[in-house]
């Protein structure tokens, strides 16, 4: 039990300020305020879906990322839930395969309204050089909006922990 | 020559890849006959897929991969354009099932076995149509207007008082890709596994079919993100064999401590998780932040955090400076001590091992059955490691002056996997020190002109285990088929074992220790 309080106690907050995190001037202040308006608005934490509909799990490596102790995106008041039935946003990474374009369909329609979506990636948005690779074919619906609503993309192959967390934030000022 | 006293004849595949021989046969019995003997050397079915070559004056062919003690040995079998049928393989391995499955879906040419589920097919398209077949491949649109129907899918089902079945997936409870497994369970004791895959089925061996070799080369680094590093190198081993190509030294060097690089990562991530899913959220915190590291250094050296794209046909995009070789030395210091400090926590921690310990159990025979590879074989004892030398086996360049010493563990549960892992991090540690310290200089690519009709096989030990491209050029030097294979491919199976004996609950900390791709597979 010591050496592993100590270690805790080693290690110490490694959670980075936001203007690390997010790289641009006046951000924090800005997160701050998302915060208090997510709570507002909500009550509680905003609440995230994730749904793979098709990645190579790339993107899924980076949004793993966002919940280490750097971003503690968790700690800033965005939780990942279980179900979509108590998620406020669906972060959906493609291309959207056919195998999974109705269970894709169900989970949107289990998430409460007003939900919002984030597509994830190169293939999810339909950009850049992994969508030239993966788009529509007899086995792929393309792009997340082929099958659902987007609000917001985040495009990279994958995305950075960073570029997820802004498309995040820019998902819920949309509101 | 001929291999293990069978009657095809085969020829050595030249090339800076694992020893690989290639063969033909027109004769299925001649392909069971020289299957039953690589079963009785102990030896695997590494890889199983078909190609169209009636647009060529022939058939079509069946292609198999046998992993033996001296290297692989790639069968192919001519089968007519009508009719074509071939001899089941899944009484001698089982695991050829699901591959015989997904080949019959892609290609139309089937077995006469007695499982005739479709795999990879679910509704998407209408079974007497074949995605990878040459006359789909040129058709208008290419399947994109069929009707998405909803399928059915043939469960065995368990009967009896008090048995039930628990549905679960294609969306999983985590950030975690899709697919559909089928608990049937007495209370918590769980009876059977039965697992339906399929769901990440993006027609990738599609998309390769006219591509040139660089744009290949993007895409087989898309397969599995997490293995992009192994894919790539798998791909361009199979590249260069077909194109008489050797990449320079320190090219190879340079993809081998890339490759290290991705197994650690891969490696601290689950640790990580595994903890986490026996409620030890501390390792989570720990293996995260060691890994968020890792990756950030990645990003700043190697201009990529999971180092897609860098490893081409010919040799790597990306150089590593004497100082940016100091940091990497620097940092898998760090990081050794790191990982050796929390391992002592983990290994001292009751709650943890409670877990561990005789979960998810596969022994060395079953795992021999199943023709497991990588970690998971090597948890049950096998020492079966493709950078390691054995008797009659070399290990591909760079690993054959850098003397890797496989990392086993004899009791084959949750806890076996995960002492495998942390053995691995220390030994691939020490090899990128080593790789630090001996890299060799010189030019880090050379050209690939793109030979007509050439065929090539890459093996690369990935850090689930071996990842196996089989590339085909067409007569204008464009790829005419490109197979990828993940060692998912068998260890799924071994999975729907392993938790035979467990309760539920149990579940996602044996998939954990294992985690297997689902992108990988399902192609």
Same mark, same amino acid.
């Given at each position: 039990?010591?050496?592993?309080?100590?270690?805790?106690?080693?290690?110490?907050?490694?959670?980075?300020?936001?203007?690390?995190?997010?790289?641009?001037?006046?951000?924090?202040?800005?997160?701050?305020?998302?915060?208090?308006?997510?709570?507002?608005?909500?009550?509680?934490?905003?609440?995230?879906?994730?749904?793979?509909?098709?990645?190579?799990?790339?993107?899924?490596?980076?949004?793993?990322?966002?919940?280490?102790?750097?971003?503690?995106?968790?700690?800033?008041?965005?939780?990942?839930?279980?179900?979509?039935?108590?998620?406020? +946003? $669906?972060?959906?990474?493609?291309?959207?395969?056919?195998? +999974?374009?109705?269970?894709?369909?169900?989970?949107?329609?289990?998430?409460?309204? !007003?939900?919002?979506?984030?597509?994830?990636?190169?293939?999810?948005?339909?950009?850049?050089?992994?969508?030239?690779?993966?788009?529509?074919?007899?086995?792929?619906?393309?792009?997340?909006?082929?099958?659902? =609503?987007?609000?917001?993309?985040?495009?990279?192959?994958?995305?950075?922990?960073? =570029?997820?967390?802004?498309?995040?934030?820019?998902?819920?000022?949309?509101? | 020559?001929?291999?293990?006293d069978e009657a095809i004849e085969f020829t050595r595949q030249e090339g800076a890849g694992a020893p690989v021989w290639v063969g033909s046969t027109a004769s299925g019995d001649e392909l069971l006959r020289f299957a039953i003997a690589v079963? #009785?050397?102990?030896?695997?079915?590494?890889?199983?897929?078909?190609?169209?070559?009636?647009?060529?004056?022939?058939?079509?062919?069946?292609?198999?991969?046998?992993?033996?003690?001296?290297?692989?040995?790639?069968?192919?079998?001519?089968?007519?354009?009508?009719? !074509?049928?071939?001899?089941? $393989?899944?009484?001698?391995?089982?695991?050829?099932?699901?591959?015989? #499955?997904?080949?019959?879906?892609?290609?139309?040419?089937?077995?006469?076995?007695?499982?005739?589920?479709?795999?990879?097919?679910?509704?998407?398209?209408?079974?007497?149509?074949?995605?990878?077949?040459?006359?789909?491949?040129?058709?208008?649109?290419?399947?994109?207007?069929?009707?998405?129907?909803?399928?059915?899918?043939?469960?065995?089902?368990?009967?009896?008082?008090?048995?039930?079945?628990?549905?679960?997936?294609?969306?999983?409870?985590?950030?975690?890709?899709?697919?559909?497994?089928?608990?049937?369970?007495?209370?918590?004791?769980?009876?059977?596994?039965?697992?339906?895959?399929?769901?990440?089925?993006?027609?990738?061996?599609h998309r390769f079919i006219g591509m040139d070799l660089a744009a290949g080369s993007k895409l087989v680094g898309r397969i599995s993100g997490d293995s992009t590093c192994a894919y790539a190198w798998a791909y361009a081993v199979a590249a260069?064999?077909?194109?008489?190509?050797?990449?320079?030294?320190?090219?190879?060097?340079?993809?081998?401590?890339?490759?290290?690089?991705?197994?650690?990562?891969?490696? &601290?991530?689950?640790?990580?998780?595994?903890?986490?899913?026996? =409620?030890?959220?501390?390792?989570?915190?720990?293996?995260?932040?060691?890994?968020?590291?890792? &990756?950030?250094?990645?990003?700043?050296? &190697?201009?990529?955090?999971?180092?897609?794209?860098?490893?081409?046909?010919?040799?790597?995009?990306?150089?590593?400076?004497p100082s940016a070789l100091r940091r990497i030395v620097e940092q898998c210091d760090g990081v050794g001590r790191e990982v050796r400090a929390i391992r002592a926590i983990y290994d001292e921690h009751p709650g943890l091992q409670d877990r561990?310990?005789?979960?998810?159990?596969?022994?060395?025979?079953?795992?021999?059955?199943?023709?497991?590879?990588?970690?998971?074989?090597?948890?049950?004892?096998?020492?079966?490691?493709?950078?390691?030398?054995?008797?009659?086996?070399?290990?591909?360049?760079?690993?054959?002056?850098?003397?890797?010493?496989?990392?086993?563990?004899?009791?084959?549960?949750?806890?076996?996997?995960?002492?495998? #892992?942390?053995?691995?991090?220390?030994?691939?540690?020490?090899?990128?020190?080593?790789?630090?310290?001996?890299?060799?200089?010189?030019?880090?690519?050379?050209?690939?002109?793109?030979?007509?009709?050439?065929?090539?096989?890459?093996?690369?030990?990935?850090?689930?285990?071996?990842?196996?491209?089989?590339?085909?050029?067409?007569?204008?030097?464009?790829?005419?088929?490109?197979?990828?294979?993940?060692?998912?491919?068998?260890?799924?199976?071994?999975?729907?074992?392993?938790? +035979?004996?467990?309760?539920?609950?149990?579940?996602? $900390?044996?998939?954990?220790?294992?985690?297997?791709?689902?992108?990988?597979?399902?192609?």
């Open positions: 039990m010591i050496p592993l309080l100590r270690r805790i106690f080693r290690t110490g907050i490694l959670t980075e300020p936001p203007q690390a995190a997010v790289a641009a001037e006046g951000q924090r202040a800005e997160i701050d305020r998302l915060n208090d308006e997510v709570l507002d608005i909500l009550g509680r934490a905003l609440t995230i879906r994730e749904v793979d509909a098709g990645s190579c799990n790339g993107c899924e490596l980076e949004i793993h990322a966002l919940n280490n102790a750097y971003y503690n995106l968790e700690g800033r008041g965005f939780k990942f839930v279980a179900s979509p039935r108590h998620a406020d +946003m $669906l972060l959906v990474t493609g291309p959207v395969t056919k195998n +999974m374009e109705n269970a894709l369909r169900i989970a949107y329609d289990c998430t409460p309204d !007003p939900k919002l979506v984030v597509a994830v990636g190169d293939c999810g948005c339909g950009c850049g050089e992994a969508d030239k690779l993966f788009n529509e074919n007899y086995a792929t619906c393309g792009p997340v909006e082929n099958v659902v =609503a987007v609000d917001v993309r985040v495009p990279g192959c994958p995305p950075t922990p960073t =570029a997820l967390m802004q498309g995040i934030l820019a998902a819920v000022k949309r509101r | 020559m001929k291999l293990l079963h #009785r050397a102990d030896g695997r079915i590494a890889a199983l897929w078909g190609s169209d070559e009636r647009h060529r004056g022939g058939g079509y062919r069946l292609h198999c991969v046998f992993g033996f003690n001296e290297g692989h040995a790639c069968v192919s079998l001519d089968l007519p354009a009508e009719d !074509p049928l071939y001899p089941d $393989l899944s009484g001698i391995f089982p695991t050829a099932n699901r591959m015989q #499955r997904a080949t019959r879906d892609m290609v139309g040419i089937e077995t006469d076995g007695r499982d005739q589920r479709p795999w990879l097919r679910h509704g998407a398209w209408p079974s007497n149509w074949y995605p990878l077949r040459h006359d789909s491949v040129h058709e208008v649109g290419m399947g994109v207007g069929f009707p998405n129907l909803p399928s059915d899918y043939e469960f065995v089902q368990l009967g009896g008082e008090g048995a039930h079945e628990i549905p679960v997936g294609p969306i999983h409870a985590g950030i975690i890709e899709p697919g559909h497994f089928r608990f049937s369970v007495i209370g918590e004791k769980v009876l059977r596994l039965e697992q339906r895959l399929g769901y990440q089925h993006k027609g990738v061996e260069e064999a077909a194109c008489a190509v050797t990449p320079p030294p320190r090219a190879l060097m340079l993809r081998a401590l890339m490759l290290e690089r991705e197994r650690i990562a891969n490696h &601290l991530g689950d640790l990580g998780a595994l903890g986490n899913d026996a =409620a030890f959220a501390f390792g989570l915190t720990q293996f995260m932040r060691l890994k968020e590291d890792w &990756l950030r250094l990645n990003a700043q050296l &190697l201009g990529h955090r999971f180092m897609m794209d860098r490893i081409v046909p010919g040799g790597v995009v990306v150089d590593l400076e561990f310990l005789t979960t998810g159990i596969i022994n060395a025979d079953l795992a021999r059955e199943l023709s497991l590879t990588g970690m998971a074989a090597r948890a049950t004892g096998i020492i079966l490691d493709g950078r390691c030398y054995r008797q009659g086996y070399t290990p591909p360049a760079p690993y054959n002056m850098l003397g890797v010493r496989p990392a086993t563990d004899e009791r084959g549960d949750v806890a076996a996997r995960v002492a495998v #892992r942390f053995n691995e991090i220390y030994e691939s540690l020490r090899l990128l020190r080593e790789m630090a310290v001996s890299l060799p200089a010189g030019e880090l690519r050379v050209e690939v002109a793109s030979v007509p009709n050439a065929t090539g096989l890459g093996v690369v030990e990935g850090w689930r285990g071996e990842v196996i491209v089989g590339l085909q050029l067409d007569n204008e030097g464009r790829i005419a088929r490109v197979h990828p294979h993940d060692p998912s491919w068998q260890i799924w199976p071994a999975l729907e074992h392993a938790v +035979m004996a467990d309760i539920v609950p149990d579940f996602p $900390l044996i998939n954990k220790s294992f985690n297997l791709s689902y992108s990988g597979v399902d192609l």
